[in-house]
């Protein structure tokens, strides 16, 4: 005689979700499956094959063993690895990557509507079940630390990657809300032509939430006068630098191209860190004479800033989730007068107007980032 159900006092119940793979037709099962799709996108975004095993929950022995094995059952190579250039994808590998990316984004729109009438019909008999929390893979951003970290039931999980990186996983259906951020010196066609990357203008609605001041982060005084990233490398500052994949990193990239300034002549350019804070932390340390992040991280480490972009930072979504109470709770709460306050009393930021549910779900047009 089976056991009735019985329900923890002490764990939420999980929210229902509707799961898929693929069947490559090989000798995979679905975890190494889910692995190597995983590995082999994160290798889009790095060389470092140490570093797409770590994002795929694998050491590098075990990763490099799982490619090999898919290379002999396939009869294709997915990978190459060449000396000082790290490990890039194959056309086959690339293909791969893009033929799962796409088929995530179709199909992600049509589990939405079924996953959200099923979380409705078992709802009532699952007790304790947890409200549901949004995932949010984010651009670092001071204020979105500061609100995780202290806000009163934040109905979010917060993520830290690279702008490209999050944009990259909304589109593969991997997160409900992507935060990434643009200079406002873009074009409005520019940033269409480069959310298209991994988004669907059909499908995805973007929200401006608050406008930023990146510059150069320096010691107190400025000792050696650095106004630009060309007196960086013309006077042989040692820099640190931001993550490759980060919007901040794409930036620095974009400033340095512009002025003609060959990255390789800035000491310190290989030298990569992760967040605004760890930047600052190193100039504050004396480990680096000037860094490029916000003018938040500046003032909190007492360092000098060199305001030298404006930029605008917000959510990139579903449209079908706008409907989601979880989606609408959210969206209440960055447009509610507690964050907005905290965004106010940050250095070099600016809230922006936020649009409720029902305007995004007419509007949202990404377009409409940007000022015009």
Known sequence: MS?????????????????????????LNDLDTRRLLTLLTSLLETAALGKAAAAAGMSYR???GLLRRCQEEFGLELVAMERGR?????????????????????????????????????????????????????????ALADWAEHGRQVPVEISWHGSEEALAALGRGECDVAG??????????????????????KLHVCLP??????????????PLRLQSLADVAAR??????????????????QLLAANGIDAGSIDGYAHEEFT?????????????????????????YDLDFVPLVDERYGFALRHA????????????????????????????????????????????????????
Do not use: C
């Open 3 to 27: 056991k009735p159900a019985t329900t923890s006092k002490t764990r939420a119940a999980p929210a229902p979700s509707l799961r898929w793979t693929w069947d490559f037709g090989i000798a």
């Open 62 to 64: 075990a990763a490099w």
């Open 86 to 142: 790290g490990t890039r994808l194959t056309p086959f590998g690339e293909s791969l990557v893009e033929m799962d990316g796409a088929a995530r984004l179709a199909l992600g729109e049509v589990h939405a509507v079924w996953e959200a009438r099923m979380r409705k019909l078992v709802a009532p008999v699952l007790r304790g079940a947890a409200p549901e929390r949004l995932s949010l893979f984010a651009s670092h951003d001071l």
């Open 180 to 201: 990434f951020h643009v200079p406002e010196t873009w074009t409005r066609k520019q940033l269409v032509g480069w959310l298209g990357r991994w988004l669907k203008p």
């Open 209 to 222: 939430l608050m406008r930023r001041s990146q510059g150069l982060i320096v010691a107190r005084g400025n």
């Open 236 to 253: 042989g500052a040692r820099m640190v630098n931001r993550q490759r994949g980060s919007g901040t990193r794409s930036l620095i990239d």
């Open 276 to 300: 605004h804070d760890a930047v600052a932390a190193t100039v504050a340390g004396g480990s680096a004479d000037a860094g490029f992040g916000i003018m938040a991280a500046a003032a909190r």
């Open 321 to 372: 989730a706008l409907e989601g109470e979880a989606m609408q709770a959210f969206l209440r709460r960055i447009a509610g007068r507690t964050f907005r306050n905290r965004l106010a009393a940050l250095p070099g930021y600016l809230p922006l107007p936020v649009a409720d549910a029902a305007t995004l779900i007419k509007a949202g047009r990404w377009e409409e980032f940007l000022p015009a």
